[in-house]
């Protein structure tokens, strides 16, 4: 089992930023990506950022841009900065980890971004 903790969220001014984290434990090795989705209330969650083992980055036409993904695989987390920030960008945002087996997918507590005009 693998478990995700989010720390980061909170409330900013369009045009500003937040950092997100996201601390893995378990047995990650079972993870082959980790990735940030989002989440308005009454839609469907929504890929934002997945990074692959091997280093590559893919981003929503959304964020690119304004958003990076990195990784410390030292302390096993992921973050997301994110930048310009606008008030759709207002959502829960998840932390997620890919079953390389094909599993279930793993998923953080989720934490709140809100983007004031």
């Known amino acids: 089992q693998v478990q995700l903790v989010e720390t980061g969220g909170g409330l900013v001014q369009a045009g500003g930023s937040l950092r997100l984290s996201c601390a893995a434990s378990?047995?990650?090795?079972?993870?082959?990506?980790m990735g940030w989705y989002r989440q308005a209330p009454g839609k469907q969650r929504e890929l934002v950022a997945i990074k692959w083992n091997g280093g590559s980055t893919n981003y929503a036409d959304s964020v690119k841009g304004r958003f990076i993904m990195t990784r410390d695989n030292a302390k096993n987390t992921v973050f997301l900065q994110m930048n310009s920030l606008k008030p759709e960008d207002t959502d829960v945002y998840y932390c997620?980890?890919?079953?390389?087996?094909?599993?279930?997918?793993?998923w953080g507590q989720g934490t709140q971004v809100t983007v004031s005009s």
């Open positions: 378990g047995s990650i090795f079972l993870i082959n990506a």
């Open positions: 997620n980890g890919r079953d390389g087996r094909g599993f279930d997918d793993y």
